[in-house]
């Protein structure tokens, strides 16, 4: 078990007491150091040497329970922290992996998940005993991080030139800080690229390590990178002494791949935050340093280019049609290397009211349904891949009016106006009254002394042929409906 005591007081005495000190999960003798800034924070760590012993951490006056860091092995037989860093030096287990130093740099991080650790093994044979007590690890005070372990072989094992019982040190140059970024500078502002609306190529430098060779970079919408645009874990330099690398320009054909991405996604108008750190060394370990200070830069404002042309012409129905089909086919002009456009046809000029909005590959649509008859649409299309267009103007017609059903029985007579028939009746009547008059003076003026009966026959006929046109105008007013004679007349 673990306790301890504050020897800057008078009495000094370990707590806690025997019987509340908390067992760690799996107990055996003890490694324990305190936290390089226990003054701020009051955390120990304590690690056990048993086959399943793992690193732990305790916060005194907070925690109830031993946290387990999860390192990648077990068996430690010693702890070393400086500059943040913790190490934890294992013995060979039983089966692989070989003995080594577990490192991370987040040992303060909150568990679950567990921090990021590292394997520090390079060059170290699989025959080295790390089981020293009460303690097989030591870190210097100097520029970096040296360690300093020993093989725990007594004479006459011990073997300089086969290197066995020797002591091993380690510089960990990338324990103290990150790499130095140089380009985009914070508030840099990135061109946008004139086809997508996205930010031209962006060129990613900072000065190098010592001993690093593989890097990672982290592009974020945010200052916690949060929201990650870009994970990029396995970066490395055509020139180590100078590390660079781009992220390609927006574009919708990718261009050739750069070294962390395909094409570009990052968007006009926004700022987006970057780091990197180093993630390799040139020993081949896998050995993570700090992030670099946090860089932002922003895209600068911009739109997407789209086509010179206002849109595409409208042909048919022409603008202003009439007599248009309930079901109309409407056509427009191709617009070069569009492959789809955007129709809409709407009841009113402002396109509010739509009755169809349809994405088609063609420059054709019909419509399947039946519009309103006698009423006015509008329709309009634009181009919308693989670049939009501007909406072309909008273009009305009239449906074509619904005829009336036919009626089944007679048509009625085709009607004359009452004027013609009043001007027959006025005529019938001066006829009337010049024949009357011619007949007068003829018989006054009769001196020959002949019979009338030539005279009688023609007034007959006359009689007769009046009496007709009387009853033709009769029957025609009668069927008119203007005026219907009383009977007998």
């Not at 030139?161 to 800080?177: E, F, P, R, S």
């Not at 086809?195 to 200052?223: C, H, M, P, T």
């Not at 789209?306 to 603008?319: D, E, F, H, I, Y």
């Not at 042929?465 to 009383?486: F, M």
Request: glycine content about 6%; aromatic content about 10%; some cysteine.
């Amino acid at each position: 078990m673990v306790a301890y005591a504050d020897f800057s007081k008078v009495s000094p005495k370990f707590e806690p007491p025997v019987g509340r000190r908390i067992q760690a999960p799996a107990p055996g003798n003890m490694h324990i150091i305190a936290d390089d800034k226990f003054e701020q924070n009051k955390t120990i760590y304590a690690a056990s040497d048993n086959p399943g012993g793992k690193i732990y951490r305790w916060v005194i006056d907070e925690s109830t329970a031993w946290e387990e860091l999860e390192p990648p092995n077990s068996e430690f037989y010693g702890l070393a922290q400086r500059n943040d860093v913790l190490y934890g030096i294992r013995d060979v287990a039983p089966t692989p992996p070989a003995p080594g130093v577990d490192r991370t740099i987040y040992p303060r991080e909150a568990v679950p998940p567990p921090p990021e650790w590292d394997e520090l093994t390079a060059e170290l044979p699989a025959t080295v005993h790390f089981t020293r007590e009460p303690s097989s690890l030591k870190i210097a005070s100097n520029d970096y991080n040296d360690l300093w372990a020993i093989d725990n072989r007594v004479p006459p094992t011990y073997d300089w030139t086969n290197k066995v019982g020797c002591l091993w040190a380690y510089t960990d140059t990338l324990a103290k800080v990150g790499p130095w970024t140089t380009s985009p500078a914070s508030g840099d502002f990135i061109p946008v690229d004139p086809v997508s609306g996205r930010a031209k190529e962006v060129n990613f430098r900072w000065r190098s390590l010592s001993y690093a060779s593989v890097y990672e970079l982290q592009i974020a919408k945010d200052s916690e990178f949060s929201i990650r645009v870009l994970v990029s874990d396995n970066i490395t330099p055509v020139d180590q002494l100078a590390p660079a690398c781009f992220f390609p320009s927006g574009g919708l054909v990718p261009t050739p791949a750069s070294e962390i991405a395909n094409w570009g996604n990052l968007e006009c108008g926004h700022t987006y935050y970057w780091r990197v750190r180093a993630r390799g060394s040139i020993t081949g370990d896998i050995i993570r340093s700090p992030w670099s200070a946090t860089m932002y830069f922003t895209v600068e404002a911009g739109l997407p280019a789209r086509t010179k042309q206002l849109g595409p012409a409208l042909l048919g129905p022409v603008n202003g049609a009439r007599g248009v089909s309930p079901s109309p086919a409407f056509s427009w002009s191709p617009m070069p290397g569009t492959t789809r456009y955007e129709f809409i046809l709407a009841k009113d000029a402002a396109l509010t009211q739509v009755i169809v909005k349809a994405k088609v590959p063609t420059t054709a649509y019909k419509y399947d349904g039946q519009l309103e008859w006698n009423a006015t649409h509008f329709w309009q299309v634009r181009a919308l891949e693989p670049i939009a267009s501007e909406p072309s103007p909008v273009a009305s017609f009239t449906v074509i009016v619904k005829k009336a059903p036919m009626a089944s029985h007679a048509s009625p007579p085709s009607v004359s106006p009452l004027w013609v028939w009043v001007g027959i009746a006025i005529i019938y009547v001066a006829l009337v009254v010049a024949i009357v008059v011619l007949i007068k003076r003829r018989y006054v003026y009769d001196d020959t002394g002949a019979t009338d009966n030539g005279l009688s026959l023609m007034i007959s006929r006359i009689k007769a042929v009046l009496s007709d046109i009387k009853d033709e105008i009769i029957a025609r007013i009668r069927g008119n409906g203007y005026y219907t004679p009383p009977p007998g007349i």
